[in-house]
């Protein structure tokens, strides 16, 4: 065991989007900001964060200090949380979305993106949106992640973006090979491709926002007792095999596939850094049943870092004072850590 | 008065003869029942000289009555005479894998005639068991065969997680095209029928979904939620099983450690094995449901370990834990029960 000096903070602050104001973002936020010198082992104190969003809203939850330059925001956080405007066309209600307001919702992460872009902050953390509200307010992608993926093209024209989700919790890191499609779907549009693209963004990101020199990855059997040299289903041997061994000529410390039922213990878990599964719930249910309220959700292989809470809206107990803030609070901290981690990585 | 439990050794060439010698010196295990070796005499003593145990063996016919005033310190042993006793540890005996075969008939023998409650198993091994002249995969078919049952399901348990399958071990694809409405509604009731007849006065029962989000009222998916899962759950539910669903998967086995249910039916392998292998490896125990005649077999959740067998190094918590469930779910006097209508 090393002896460990307190980090220093990522070299500019964070930025938090505003999200649904409607949803629990704001409670959690306000929550997250009033627990801002309480450190966690190995974390220090949160990192300082500036959030994009609608003054009289905010203010209605703590007390705020409005930025002209977000470069002030580290000096204020302790006094304030530090604001950017970006004002709402009308006053929120709790737990009813408005999509008039869906073109702050929109201009909020825009802007995080571009003040990323530009170097004014670190990272981006993203508070929930709902996809209904703003698809009413002529908001076209699929969802938070396709949308960054689209801005990271506008800001960096020549950094590849394929948005690779990974979630994460002191004690697992996991990423889905395929996420929210039919389990059907998801085992028949499994390919050796899509597993390679997404083990070689994982790693490729692991080394340089987790500090990770060589990065140990475990990949899932698809099936029962890893297909059981074929006797339960054959995608086993003949997709997932192969990549592992092109993975590992490449230089990866890739494994697999191995039975996913013994995967996810303590002791299997100090084996590998992240475990890729094949299909969504092969590793949601191992996180969440691990850690249900401290998980992160981190978007790899954009050009930015972005995390967010693992969690949605919630309208149904939005301002009930209800909503744990324990995911931002992880989230917050993560993004920190990778934003300092490739600060002095340099990569 | 608690129950008599029997304990088949398995292959005694592996480690089955070990972990009992050890469960029998367990305070644990005396507290929770009356244990019952079905097994060879001369194997237990062999592994109770390994393993320091203090008891003494009295060998019995399998119809000789059994006395409630039991000595903890008379360990009480079954034994159909086919003297295994001095086969080599970690090697593939015919002669064991046929006895051990014999240890599970016999055990079913006993507790159709009510002798057992239920029956823990240690572990067999496939190879000496087919070159024993047995072919059967492994124990859940041979209790099918030996009850004549054709419609059971895997339910595993840990202290604070009990899941039960639609399906086990068959590849995804097929385990979807096997999951149909009467399949859900036969799991849910064997759910139910387990654990009211061990004295659970209405189990909560909630089944999750086959997709993501549980599908997500069709946004991920084929409807299979809908098509496969909502009648059997609806049918139970007409029937006055208390049952809910379908539920995400990455949410309803928290919800059922937190104590919100009883029971989870899970809809393939990996769903219901990952998260109670991911609390308990070692705490994980396999249990057959549904057999004919309402017979619970539960068993370790490890393999021969010939490798080991013979050491004294290996760990019995298993045993002790599939021991605790045998107890737990061995139907209890005045428990049996009828849902609001019969099926």
Not at chain 1, 33 to 50: A, L, N, Q, S, Y
Request: hydrophobic residues 45%; negative net charge.
């Amino acid at each position: 065991m090393t002896i460990s000096r307190p980090p220093a903070p990522p070299p500019t602050p964070l930025v938090v989007t505003m999200g649904d104001p409607a949803g629990v973002g704001g409670e959690i936020l306000a929550k997250v900001w009033r627990r801002r010198e309480e450190g966690r082992p190995g974390d220090g104190p949160i990192p300082p964060f500036f959030v994009v969003g609608d003054p009289d809203w905010l203010s209605s939850l703590c007390p705020i200090h409005l930025l002209d330059d977000p470069t002030q925001a580290p000096s204020v956080f302790s006094r304030a949380l530090p604001v950017l405007p970006e004002r709402l066309a009308n006053p929120v209600r709790l737990g009813q979305g408005d999509p008039e307001n869906g073109a702050a919702i929109i201009r909020s992460i825009e802007r995080a993106v571009a003040l990323t872009a530009a170097g004014v902050a670190s990272g981006v953390v993203t508070l929930p949106i709902n996809k209904h509200v703003l698809q009413s307010a002529g908001f076209a992608h699929p969802g938070h992640t396709e949308f960054l993926g689209e801005l990271a093209a506008r800001h960096w024209a020549d950094a590849p973006h394929e948005p690779v989700m990974m979630l994460a919790c002191p004690r697992l890191r996991v990423v889905p090979v395929t996420v929210h499609m039919a389990l059907r779907r998801a085992v028949e549009t499994l390919s050796i491709d899509r597993i390679l693209t997404v083990a070689r963004i994982t790693e490729a990101a692991l080394r340089r926002d987790f500090g990770l020199a060589a990065p140990r990855l475990a990949l899932a059997g698809l099936n029962p007792h890893a297909g059981e040299e074929g006797r339960m289903g054959s995608e086993d041997a003949t997709l997932i095999a192969p990549a592992v061994a092109t993975l590992r000529d490449e230089g990866i410390d890739a494994r697999g596939p191995l039975p996913a039922d013994t995967l996810f213990h303590a002791e299997a878990r100090e084996r590998y850094d992240v475990a890729l599964g094949m299909y969504h719930d092969q590793v949601l249910i191992p996180i969440k049943t691990l850690d249900f309220h401290g998980g992160v959700n981190v978007t790899l292989g954009l050009p930015f870092i972005r995390t967010s809470p693992d969690h949605g809206t919630a309208f149904d107990i939005a301002g009930r004072g209800m909503a744990r803030e324990d995911s931002l609070l992880a989230s917050l901290h993560l993004a920190g850590s990778m934003a300092r981690t490739r600060a002095e990585s340099g990569i | 008065m608690k129950p008599f439990i029997g304990i088949t050794m398995g292959d005694v060439c592996g480690v089955g003869p070990e972990i009992i010698a050890k469960s029998l010196m367990d305070g644990a295990v005396h507290a929770l029942c009356h244990p019952v070796v079905i097994g060879d005499t001369g194997a237990l003593e062999r592994a109770r000289d390994l393993v320091g145990a203090p008891f003494t063996v009295r060998t019995l016919a399998s119809d000789a009555p059994l006395d409630d005033a039991a000595d903890p310190r008379v360990a009480l042993c079954v034994d159909p005479g086919l003297s295994v006793g001095a086969l080599p540890y970690g090697e593939v005996r015919p002669e064991a894998g046929h006895a051990a075969y014999e240890f599970i008939r016999i055990a079913v023998d006993m507790a159709q005639s009510g002798q057992i409650s239920a029956i823990a198993t240690a572990p067999l091994n496939k190879e000496a068991l087919h070159a024993g002249g047995h072919l059967f995969p492994g124990h859940t078919e041979i209790l099918a065969d030996l009850t004549g049952t054709t419609d059971y399901s895997m339910m595993l348990a840990t202290p604070k997680l009990k899941v039960i399958h639609l399906t086990t071990h068959v590849g995804m694809l097929e385990a979807v095209r096997r999951i149909t409405p009467e399949r859900t509604h036969r799991v849910i009731r064997l759910a139910w029928e387990v654990l009211t007849r061990s004295g659970m006065a209405s189990p909560r029962i909630a089944v999750c979904g086959i997709n993501p989000h549980a599908g997500e009222h069709g946004l991920f998916g084929e409807g299979e939620e809908e098509l496969k899962l909502a009648p059997g759950i609806a049918k139970a539910k007409a029937e006055g099983i208390d049952v809910s669903g379908p539920w995400p998967g990455d949410t309803v086995f928290f919800r059922a450690m937190r104590g919100d249910f009883d029971v989870v039916v899970a809809c393939y392998h990996d769903q219901g094995h990952i998260p109670v292998k991911l609390m308990s490896i070692d705490e994980g125990v396999n249990i057959t449901v549904g057999l004919n005649g309402g017979l619970i077999r539960t068993s370790v959740d490890h393999g021969t370990a010939f490798d080991i067998a013979g050491k004294n190094i290996v760990r019995h918590e298993s045993l002790i834990a599939a021991i605790r469930f045998a107890t737990e779910l061995a139907p209890k006097e005045g428990a049996t029960k009828r849902p609001r209508t019969s099926p």
